[in-house]
Structure formats: C-alpha cells, structure tokens
C-alpha cells in the first residue's frame, strides 16, 4: 500500500461505530410496569478526526447516547465499536466526557485539576509537568496557572475542564452541552477557543447540544434526533473549510436551512424543541423545555 493510500484509509477509517443501538427504562411509578424506549435502532459511523454534533430537543435520547459511548451506562441493546474493537462497558481514558458544569475540584489549582488524571495514572512528574503547561498554554490561561476555580470565570471553567479532559489523550472527546450555561458572548469565544484546539489536536469529537447555530458553527455534521423514538431524523454535512471563523456566512445560511425543514420540531431562539402541534408526540413537559 502506497503513502497515500495509507493517508486515505486513515482518513477515512471509523474510529466509532454504533450499530442498531436501542435504550429502554423501566417505568416503575405506575402499577404496571412498563418500558419506555428513549433511542430505537439507531446507527451511527465517525471517523477519527471528525467533529461531529447532535442536535435535538430535550428528552430524545441524545445525552443518554453520549452516555453509552463513554461506558456511564451498560444496559442496552446492539453494540459500539471504537477502533473496530467493542466499547469496553466501562468509563475509559480513551473517551473523556466534558459536562455542562466542568465538575472541577475547588481545592485545586488550574494546574492541579489538569494535572489531576496524569497524577492517579502515575504518570512520571517531568512528563506531567510538559503536558500542563502545554495544555494551559493551549487554553490560553498561563496568567491563571495558580489560581482557584472560585477565581474564574464561568468561560475559563470550561476551558479548563476541557485542558483536564485532553490531558489523559482521549481517542475520543465527548462534550454533553457544556457551553449551555453561558451567556452568548462567553459562548461565541469559547466556540473559536473549541475550534483552534481541535484544528490542533484532531481529536474526534462527538457534540451533544439543542443550539442549531452552536451545532452548525463547530461541526463536520449536524445529526438531528428525532423527537419521539429517538432516532436520527436529519443528517447534514457542515461543508465549510477549517480552520473555521464562526462568522463565516455559510453558518448562517445552513442554520436557515435546518430551521425551514425542521417538520415536526419547534424551534425558538435558535433552540430546539418538540413541536407541540405534532400530534404524533407525546404529551411529556420534559421535552418541550428550551
């Protein structure tokens, strides 16, 4: 096989597979036990370097998703492969997941909560101290090195959480809507600060949010969950050039597009919502937040 054939092949190799994938609960509150089905059949391939987004209303299944690949839930049916190997059904180093609140440590220092897992893997000092302060750099917070989590901004957070995550070099970097609690000004810097690190590191990204322009702006592909029955309802290739400017037109234009097609889901606020019109949904107040 040639150079460039390798290239290719790389470039194009799956580095996650969802095959068939369906979720069920129990609903134990009512006399008769019954089993909700929250994502039904579902089928999804990403390729290593790929910045993938999933977009949808509150309730389809899209965190619960998020929650299978990173191994914090076992029970389902149908299987995961990452690198063509079956998901370890177990919280792994090689997928790290970022929340909307960062779950950073208030006792620790910028560099103790990014040194942190470098430090329980026994990771020797030297190599842990190159790694954080490359990190730090990348996060552009070299003048917060020392400083406590009290001491930052909500942005800054999130940029460390994210430092924390990309310390234990991931395979695959998981982020449940953690920019969702910001306000659109922290949002829009943190979408430019979210794109140079993966221009940088190339890391396969998988995006949970219910913000269209926020799916659009950052990803490869836009995956939009059906409201009932989760499953994939839309998928839409984000076809503009990186590194990104999330100011570039074309945001906008296929922001526009997902919008005039979203039949069956409301939208408000660039937000996404179940549509309360649809009569094919059920009557569940959970779904309908924005």
């Not at 790290?96 to 990014?114: D, H, M």
């Not at 290739?237 to 526009?256: A, G, L, Q, W, Y």
């Amino acid at each position: 096989m040639s150079n460039l054939e390798s290239l290719i092949q790389t470039k194009n190799k799956s580095v996650l597979e969802l095959k068939n994938i369906t979720k069920e609960y129990q609903d134990n509150k009512s006399r008769v036990k019954t089993k909700h089905t929250v994502i039904n059949n579902l089928n999804l391939n990403i390729k290593d370097g790929e910045f993938v987004t999933i977009v949808g209303p509150s309730g389809c299944g899209k965190s619960t998703l998020l929650n299978l690949v990173a191994g914090l839930d076992q029970t389902f049916g149908g299987s995961i492969q990452v690198d063509d190997k079956p998901l370890a059904l177990s919280p792994s180093t090689d997928r790290v997941v970022v929340f909307q609140e960062g779950a950073l440590f208030p006792w620790l220092t910028v560099y103790g909560n990014i040194e942190f897992g470098l430090a329980i893997g026994k990771v020797p000092k030297k190599q842990r101290n190159e790694k954080v302060k490359k990190l730090i750099e990348m996060i552009q917070l070299t003048n917060f090195t020392n400083a406590y989590i009290h001491q930052l901004s909500g942005g800054m957070k999130q940029r460390v959480a994210i430092a924390r995550a990309l310390a234990l070099d991931p395979k695959i970097l998981l982020m449940d809507e953690p920019f969702a609690a910001l306000d659109v000004q922290t949002k829009r810097m943190l979408y430019s600060h979210l794109l140079r690190i993966h221009d940088e590191t190339k890391k396969t990204i998988l995006f949970v949010t219910h913000n269209i322009h926020e799916a659009v702006a950052l990803g490869d592909r836009v995956i939009i969950m059906s409201p009932k029955l989760a499953n994939i309802k839309k998928e839409i290739s984000v076809n503009i050039p990186r590194p990104r400017s999330i100011d570039h037109p074309f945001v906008e234009t296929i922001t526009k597009e997902i919008i005039s097609e979203s039949d069956g889901l409301s939208i408000k606020n660039g937000l996404i919502g179940i549509d309360p019109k649809n009569k094919d949904q059920e009557n569940d107040n959970s779904t309908t937040t924005f």
